[in-house]
């Protein structure tokens, strides 16, 4: 009897560990605009996961990995302001407050809370953001925009505030398959 109720305790777990959908991406987009009078930066190699059941979402982005069309404007970028070399990655890991509001088997776009750790430049910080889920077919597109303070994060250097703008505005974008 013993070994009949663990392996229906097994079952049970496993087929709960089916049932919940984690989507995962390879190619999720970070942009923003650190200067102010000079294009944006973006990358498109962030990794990403979302699982459809509990709503837990994470981000890792490689800071070597933002681009500019400037390659002088990447250089200072990474080594005076980011310090990338012992800085190397940015990451968030929090839940989407509301998930149950998202229906992943009906094509929509649906309104979302984002509630997690924001880490940067070694410093990580509690960020709340609301943002999007659209459900088409196979694909999952999140978006969100939010606004991140550079001093809060430790970044300096001597043009923040004057070429560089103090308040960054960051959009993710990450579709899911």
């Given at each position: 009897?013993?070994?009949?109720?663990?392996?229906?305790?097994?079952?049970?777990?496993?087929?709960?560990?089916?049932?919940?959908?984690?989507?995962?991406?390879?190619?999720?987009?970070?942009?923003?605009?650190?200067?102010?009078?000079?294009?944006?930066?973006?990358?498109?190699?962030?990794?990403?996961?979302?699982?459809?059941?509990?709503?837990?979402?994470?981000?890792?982005?490689?800071?070597?990995?933002?681009?500019?069309?400037?390659?002088?404007?990447?250089?200072?970028?990474?080594?005076?302001?980011?310090?990338?070399?012992?800085?190397?990655?940015?990451?968030?890991?929090?839940?989407?407050?509301?998930?149950?509001?998202?229906?992943?088997?009906?094509?929509?776009?649906?309104k979302v809370t984002v509630?997690?750790?924001?880490?940067?430049?070694?410093?990580?910080?509690?960020?709340?953001?609301?943002?999007?889920?659209?459900?088409?077919?196979?694909?999952?597109?999140?978006?969100?925009?939010?606004?991140?303070?550079?001093?809060?994060?430790?970044?300096?250097?001597?043009?923040?505030?004057?070429?560089?703008?103090?308040?960054?505005?960051?959009?993710?974008?990450?579709?899911?398959?």
């Amino acid at each position: 009897m013993k070994k009949v109720s663990l392996f229906i305790a097994a079952g049970l777990i496993t087929m709960s560990a089916f049932a919940q959908k984690v989507y995962k991406t390879n190619a999720a987009q970070i942009k923003f605009q650190p200067i102010t009078e000079e294009a944006g930066c973006t990358n498109n190699q962030v990794q990403s996961i979302l699982s459809s059941t509990d709503g837990k979402i994470a981000f890792s982005a490689l800071i070597k990995g933002f681009k500019f069309s400037n390659s002088l404007l990447e250089d200072h970028f990474n080594e005076n302001y980011m310090e990338s070399t012992k800085f190397p990655n940015a990451k968030f890991q929090g839940m989407i407050t509301n998930i149950k509001d998202v229906n992943f088997t009906k094509n929509g776009t649906y309104k979302v809370t984002v509630k997690g750790n924001l880490t940067i430049h070694g410093v990580t910080k509690e960020i709340t953001t609301t943002g999007t889920i659209e459900v088409n077919g196979t694909k999952v597109i999140a978006k969100c925009n939010f606004k991140v303070k550079v001093s809060d994060y430790g970044v300096k250097g001597l043009y923040i505030g004057q070429k560089i703008a103090a308040e960054q505005d960051i959009t993710v974008t990450s579709t899911y398959e």
